[in-house]
């Protein structure tokens, strides 16, 4: 189950020398054992160490990066309504609004991207799902961080 190259020679190599000598062909099997039993012992520890980072990266994507991004997005309204008749900017509070909305929905993909391959490999079904249950999540954290904004700032 270990989706390795070298691993794949390394089985190559146990069946050629099986073929040759069986002394030599045990003696490389059980190598061969021991070097698995050692890289599913890294591959245990490179989880574990990860799944701190695994887990900051999925409350970014569901939390926090949704509710700067409301706060912005009620500040930008703010700031274009108090200095309108000073600078006009190039986008309008609801253009705004649906380019950042627009900016979360790619970063939380990202996000959700890396995390899955990190947390359960290269799995495009599993990115689907996880960004299934993201992106509703993110979404409605983002309006709901800026309809709060927009109430306490007005």
């Not at 030599?24 to 160490?49: M, N, P, Q, W």
């Not at 990860?50 to 926090?64: E, I, N, P, R």
């Not at 993110?138 to 007005?154: P, R």
């Amino acid at each position: 189950d270990v989706p390795s190259r070298t691993v794949h020679a390394a089985f190559r190599m146990v069946v050629e020398v099986s073929r040759k000598d069986p002394a030599s062909a045990g003696k490389t099997i059980v190598e061969t054992s021991a070097y698995l039993r050692d890289l599913r012992e890294v591959d245990r520890e490179i989880h574990r160490d990860l799944s701190s980072v695994v887990d900051a990266m999925q409350t970014t994507g569901a939390f926090f990066a949704p509710i700067v991004l409301g706060v912005t997005c009620a500040l930008y309204g703010l700031l274009t309504r108090a200095f309108s008749s000073i600078v006009v900017l190039g986008l309008s509070p609801v253009t705004f609004l649906g380019v950042v909305g627009v900016y979360l929905l790619l970063a939380v993909a990202v996000i959700t991207y890396f995390r899955v391959g990190i947390a359960h490999g290269r799995d495009p079904i599993e990115v689907r799902a996880q960004l299934a249950r993201a992106w509703p999540v993110s979404m409605a954290v983002f309006t709901a961080a800026f309809l709060v904004s927009e109430l306490g700032l007005s």
